[in-house]
């Protein structure tokens, strides 16, 4: 059920950094080409860091993990990929479809095959309004049962920030920040809520995973690793434009998992393209991060 390239295959067996890549930020948070082209340069930047970068799909009824670039062209160019989370790995597998993984989804395939460290742009969360809607991502129980270090910006600053902030203390997931003490808010640096932790290098998220470790049922560790300054969207300007892109979501009726892709469209429309240049910013951060926790295990 699983194909796993021969180059992660070696790294893992002899020991080596490697470093799980989602594939829904290719297939449902970017548009063609940035999508291929960033794909592609955040495996750079891993394989720069001195690890193995292993991208995670769903293609020809099995789990890939490690893509080529034709698997890669594939997946970006295709325009009925399913978004796999949790609930929807095993469909896409039984009825052959392709399929991109989403956080959940990725933690889940990443651990079948021993790869403990993952890279994306932001974790799904508690939605704003969820007390009406219930939703809430699959990918925070993920983190509460999956033992893999999840690299992100913090959490999609659409969400309800200090609500999902809340149910992963619920679930029993560790939040640390990054060589900062507020919990980074995707496209912002900051977002004025407090993280529970700070680290200031990889080695010592290292030591924390290896604790964990000793203790198979803890799941997951999310960093959250502000987005550069340089590519920052201020907190203040941001606020506008998801207030405007949330608003749009509600009256476009839009439910369930389409609710993610169509709001970062619509805040890529709202900042004339400048969001996207953030996100590329942030998810090569983290890819960097990532390979550095990974060799330092
Ligand atoms: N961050 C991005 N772009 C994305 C996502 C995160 O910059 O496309 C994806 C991730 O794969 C995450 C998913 O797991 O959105 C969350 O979707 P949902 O809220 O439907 O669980
Ligand atoms: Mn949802």
């Not at 651990?111 to 890279?119: L, M």
Request: with cysteine; net charge negative.
């Amino acid at each position: 059920m699983i194909t796993i390239a021969e180059e992660v295959q070696t790294a893992l067996a002899e020991g080596k950094p490697v470093v799980a890549l989602e594939s829904t930020i290719i297939t449902h948070g970017m548009p063609y080409p940035a999508n291929i082209e960033t794909a592609r340069q955040v495996e750079d930047d891993v394989r720069a860091a001195g690890a193995t970068p292993a991208t995670i799909a769903v293609m020809d009824g099995s789990i890939r993990i490690g893509l080529t670039n034709a698997d890669l062209d594939r997946l970006a160019n295709a325009d009925d990929v399913m978004k796999c989370s949790r609930a929807d790995l095993a469909i896409a597998m039984s009825q052959g479809r392709m399929g991109s993984t989403t956080v959940a989804a990725t933690m889940m395939a990443a651990h079948a095959e021993g790869i403990r460290v993952f890279a994306t742009g932001g974790i799904g969360g508690v939605h704003k309004g969820a007390e009406e809607s219930f939703d809430i991502s699959a990918d925070l129980d993920e983190l509460n049962r999956t033992p893999v270090c999840v690299v992100a910006a913090g959490a999609k600053a659409l969400l309800d920030l200090p609500k999902t902030l809340e149910v992963l203390e619920t679930r029993g997931v560790p939040v640390i920040g990054y060589r900062t003490d507020e919990l980074p808010a995707f496209w912002s640096r900051e977002s004025g809520i407090a993280v529970p932790y700070r680290m200031d290098t990889p080695e010592e998220i290292a030591d924390l995973l290896k604790v964990r470790q000793v203790f198979g049922s803890h799941g997951g560790v999310l960093i959250a690793n502000p987005v550069p300054a340089e590519h920052e969207i201020p907190r203040a300007e941001m606020a506008g434009y998801i207030d405007e892109a949330v608003a749009r979501a509600a009256a476009d009726n839009i439910r369930g998992k389409a609710v993610t892709p169509y709001v970062l469209s619509a805040i890529l429309e709202l900042t004339g393209g400048r969001s996207l240049r953030t996100n590329i910013g942030l998810v090569r951060n983290n890819a960097r991060l990532a390979a550095q926790i990974a060799a330092a295990l």
